[in-house]
């Protein structure tokens, strides 16, 4: 494997589990140092697992703006730089928008708009500072694919788009701001509700209406997320791409 982010350091929302998880493992196995950032306590272990490749565990919390800016704060005391940021934390509870009361909206807006927004802008003077880096924002095929149960999800998502786009115009030409959107990808945490024998909640009712008729497993959003942090995409910015196995187009 090439160690082409050798002295880089990529801060990882959500790495505790699924795709945040296979990011950072993927960013280590290219010689790259990891901030596993998330609001589970019990990332000493998983950050261990990395230690070859010089890792840092801290707790961070996307609804707080001093919990992200005392995990930011952790990165540059232990490394000095952060290179990469990927946003992968991510909440997804499933409701119809008349079961959605204020609450639900409101928590799924602080976690997937606004924790996204606050690391950014923790992140971002670091950056400018040191001359370069890359954001990559997590969406979801569902901000563009009309999907029942989940208006409140979709919106955020929508909302991930779309502030991306604004901020990779404001912080060009020093950093690029990218969006990766996955489609349905087995997660623990997804696989554990894709447990219906057949239909919507099955792992083949997920995979009908893909044209490569499976799921994608998380190990390739993060090969996305990786190729979107590294000098192979030097010349994309504001961009979203999309990996689903082609279900946007059917
Ligand atoms: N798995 C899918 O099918 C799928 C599809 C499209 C988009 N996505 C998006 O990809 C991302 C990751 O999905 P996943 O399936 O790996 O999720 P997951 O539930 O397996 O992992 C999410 C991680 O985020 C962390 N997290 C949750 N709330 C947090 C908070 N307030 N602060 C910090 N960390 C928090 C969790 O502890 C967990 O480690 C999410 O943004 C999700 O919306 C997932």
Redesign the pocket.
Known sequence: MAQDFEGRVAFI????????LATVERFAARGCQVVLA???NDLEDTARAFDNSGSLATR????SRESIEAAVAAAIGRFGRIDILAN?????PSASLQESDDAFIDEIFD??VK?VMRTCRAVLPHMLAQGGGSIVN?S???ARKGLRGLTAYAAS?GAVEAFTRALAVEAAPTIRVNVVA????G????RAGLTGEKGPTSIAGASRGTPLRRIAE?EEIADAIVYLSSPQASFITGETLSVNGGSLMT
């Open positions: 929302t959500g790495a505790a589990m699924g795709i945040g998330d609001i589970t961070c919390d996307m609804r992968v934390a991510g909440i997804y976690v997937n924790g997590v979801s095929g569902a998502k996955p489609g349905v990808t997660s623990p945490k997804v998380p």
